[in-house]
């Protein structure tokens, strides 16, 4: 009589304990962020498609994914998270192209007001929410594309064996050459826009 008991036991919880597994996959899997179908520039040029995005996560974890960097906090602690170096780098990006446009200067030696400025132009223009959900697409300006074209251009220099990035490849712990093709370098770059 016991011995059933405990097997009843069992069963219980391990079917209560998949129905909550089941239960939080589903609600997980409703709330992931939107691949979009494109993300195009306010004149509609092309910069990557949500194929593009897809296939660079899987060129991502071709490089070791998780076990080289994170994205999204989650990962190993060697190389950063690749999600919050790629909205770095194009921040800055932004933040210097603007100051040299305004101001005749780069952003770090302007006044604080002139940087204050800035700050909020790229708070506007990062944080605005532009995904179309009947289209599927994300349009982004044409100064964004030109910011996200050179944080792309760091990653394809990064992930290749240009002697340039070769200290910071040690200090991600980087092989030379991890990606020897240029588009798989692309869709990467895809991939960590999408992923910031």
């Not at 700050?119 to 030109?146: C, F, M, W, Y």
């Not at 996200?148 to 200290?167: F, M």
Request: charged share 20%; with cysteine.
């Amino acid at each position: 009589m016991t011995d059933r008991k405990l097997w009843v036991s069992l069963i219980l919880v391990m079917v209560l304990s998949f129905l909550v597994l089941g239960y939080f996959g589903y609600d997980l899997y409703h709330k992931a962020p939107p691949i979009p179908a494109r993300v195009v520039t306010a004149d509609g040029t092309v910069l990557f498609t949500g194929q593009d995005i897809m296939d660079g996560q899987n060129v991502w974890q071709s490089t070791g994914g998780q076990q080289n960097g994170t994205v999204w906090g989650h990962g190993s602690y060697v190389a950063p998270d690749w999600s919050a170096d790629f909205l770095h780098r194009e921040c800055v990006w932004l933040l210097d192209h603007w100051g040299q446009a305004d101001f005749g200067a780069p952003y770090d030696t302007l006044t604080l007001e002139q940087q204050g400025a800035l700050r909020a132009r790229l708070k506007a223009e990062i944080r605005t929410n532009t995904h179309d959900p009947q289209s599927g697409d994300i349009v982004v300006s044409n100064v964004r594309a030109q910011a996200i074209a050179a944080v792309r251009d760091h990653y394809e220099v990064l992930y290749s064996d240009d002697p340039s990035l070769a200290e910071l490849r040690e200090a991600y712990a980087l092989p030379n050459n991890v990606l020897r093709d240029d588009d798989r370098r692309e869709k990467l770059s895809a991939f960590y826009f999408w992923a910031a």
